[in-house]
């Protein structure tokens, strides 16, 4: 495994571990400035739009998996298709459980960072 693949690795893990805490600031800090993320039923979204969903959510507690099941590496870009398990409880409410696949574009930035730039989400209800 190269460093590049390496690193690519632990933001998908640093994510997924930052989600579980509700870190919402660290997530921030794994994307780019200019990222879009696309879901079923929805018009493409940034950063901006993404911090505001989450802060909706509140004290909802997320937890899941991430299995990287494709990466490829394109020199300062890379692609990654992930299968994810997610479960989303609110408080006093019932857990939601989505599962599904993402494809993901990574850009490495000037400092020599990999971050999220493009990610089409693919999570159905499980």
């Given at each position: 495994m190269t460093d590049d693949e390496s690193a690519i690795r632990q933001v998908v893990e640093t994510w997924m571990a930052a989600s579980r805490k509700g870190d919402l600031e660290t997530v921030l800090g794994l994307m780019t400035d200019d990222v879009v993320f696309m879901v079923p039923g929805k018009e493409p979204f940034g950063k901006e739009a993404f911090a505001a969903a989450s802060k909706v959510m509140g004290e909802t507690k997320i937890d899941g998996t991430s299995e990287i099941v494709e990466l490829k590496l394109l020199g300062d870009w890379a692609v990654i298709r992930n299968r994810i398990e997610m479960t989303a409880t609110p408080?006093?409410?019932?857990?939601?459980?989505?599962?599904?696949?993402?494809?993901?574009?990574?850009?490495?930035?000037?400092?020599?960072?990999?971050?999220l730039a493009r990610d089409a989400n693919l999570l159905a209800s499980a």
């Open positions: 408080p006093g409410g019932e857990p939601v459980r989505r599962s599904g696949y993402t494809l993901t574009l990574l850009r490495k930035e000037g400092d020599g960072r990999w971050r």
